[in-house]
C-alpha cells in the first residue's frame, strides 16, 4: 500500500490493481488479510490508475464463506466466480488457502 501526504492533509492511500479494469458505478475487490478493514465509508482513495473512489462497502471473511452475490461487482470479470477468484487470489498469494481472511472492498467508480 502506498500513501500520497497533501499539504497539511491526510495521507491518501493507493490501492494496487494487477488488472485495473473497471466498470462506472459500484466496483468490487477482495483483498487477503485485514489491511483494508479500517477503511471509512464514504472514504475516498486513489487506485493506481490515477482514478478517485469513494468507498461504499467493506465485508470481512473468510474465503470459503464469500456468498456468490458478494461478487456481483467484481472488478474483473475473471473473478466473477469463487472458482475464477480463487485462482487469481493464488496467483498472487502463494499460500492462499480457502479459510484465508479476506477483506471485500466496494467502491464507487466514475469513468472520466
Do not use: Q
Request: charged residues 35%.
Amino acid at each position: 500500500m502506498r500513501e500520497i501526504k497533501k499539504r497539511g492533509k491526510m495521507k491518501r492511500r493507493i490501492m494496487e490493481f494487477r488488472n485495473p479494469v473497471f466498470h462506472d458505478g459500484i466496483n468490487c475487490t477482495v483483498r487477503r488479510g485485514y489491511k483494508w478493514t479500517n477503511l471509512k465509508i464514504g472514504e475516498k482513495i486513489l487506485l493506481n490508475t490515477g482514478e478517485e473512489v469513494t468507498i461504499e462497502k467493506l465485508i470481512v471473511c473468510r474465503f470459503k464463506d464469500i456468498e456468490t452475490s458478494d461478487l456481483k461487482y467484481e472488478h474483473d470479470p475473471d473473478c466473477r466466480v469463487k472458482a475464477g477468484l480463487y485462482k487469481t487470489l493464488c496467483n498472487i498469494y502463494p499460500d492462499f488457502d480457502r479459510d484465508t481472511v479476506v477483506t471485500i472492498v466496494y467502491f464507487k467508480y466514475k469513468e472520466v
